[in-house]
T-cell receptor
Framework: GENVEQHPSTLSVQEGDSAVIKCTYSDSASNYFPWYKQELGKRPQLIIDIRSNVGEKKDQRIAVTLNKTAKHFSLHITETQPEDSAVYFCAASLTGGFKTIFGAGTRLFVKA | SAVISQKPSRDICQRGTSLTIQCQVDSQVTMMFWYRQQPGQSLTLIATANQGSEATYESGFVIDKFPISRPNLTFSTLTVSNMSPEDSSIYLC????????????FGEGSRLTVL
């Protein structure tokens, strides 16, 4: 089955700096790669996603890149703000969200 | 999007008892999933709840321990049977809303503490 590895487990940055979180997946059949943000005590919510036919996608300060050959995908947050502090999960799934498998999570701290 | 209601939001249970968690969605959805999130950990897929057929369980999870019902396209239940302290966790219901490529919407979760 699918296995998703995520690094780092904890990331601390200064406000305004960039943050990068990296993930790898094992199942070449996976074709949908979402990123979820989970604030303390809240449910996870999607912040950006990418499909396997796209190499990069950007939404304001957030971007995601995908290297299908290497089975790597990454989340990039620029100009970080204190409200970006949360746990971020990468995930991989088959079409339609079937069997979405999550990485271990990255706890991001943005220091003001 | 999809609005998901889960009940109970939290409960404290005695060892050896069972508890059923309910998940109600505001629209018809094909796929519903149950996840477990232990404190400070990631989300682990327990099973996919299929309407009209048995749930599909992931490795490490069995029907006797986590029976699931899916009587229609807007509702599902997860039962945690014969609970032990190791079952203390947050259980989350999630769905893929109609028209969405794969985005999961989550309920608020049910926090179970087993004494």
């Amino acid at each position: 089955g699918e296995n998703v590895e995520q690094h780092p487990s904890t990331l601390s940055v200064q406000e305004g700096d960039s943050a990068v979180i990296k993930c790898t997946y094992s199942d070449s059949a996976s074709n949908y790669f979402p990123w979820y943000k989970q604030e303390l005590g809240k449910r996870p919510q999607l912040i950006i996603d990418i499909r396997s036919n796209v190499g990069e996608k950007k939404d304001q300060r957030i971007a995601v890149t995908l290297n299908k050959t290497a089975k790597h995908f990454s989340l990039h947050i620029t100009e970080t703000q204190p409200e970006d502090s949360a746990v971020y999960f990468c995930a991989a799934s088959l079409t339609g969200g079937f069997k979405t498998i999550f990485g271990a999570g990255t706890r991001l701290f943005v220091k003001a | 999007s999809a609005v998901i209601s889960q009940k109970p939001s939290r409960d404290i249970c005695q060892r050896g008892t069972s508890l059923t968690i309910q998940c109600q969605v505001d629209s018809q959805v094909t796929m519903m999933f149950w996840y477990r999130q232990q404190p400070g950990q990631s989300l682990t897929l327990i099973a996919t709840a299929n309407q009209g057929s048995e749930a599909t369980y992931e490795s490490g999870f069995v029907i006797d321990k986590f029976p699931i019902s899916r009587p229609n396209l807007t509702f599902s239940t997860l039962t945690v049977s014969n609970m032990s302290p190791e079952d203390s966790s947050i259980y989350l219901c999630s769905v893929v809303a109609s028209g969405r490529v794969g985005e999961l919407f989550f309920g608020e979760g049910s926090r179970l503490t087993v004494l």
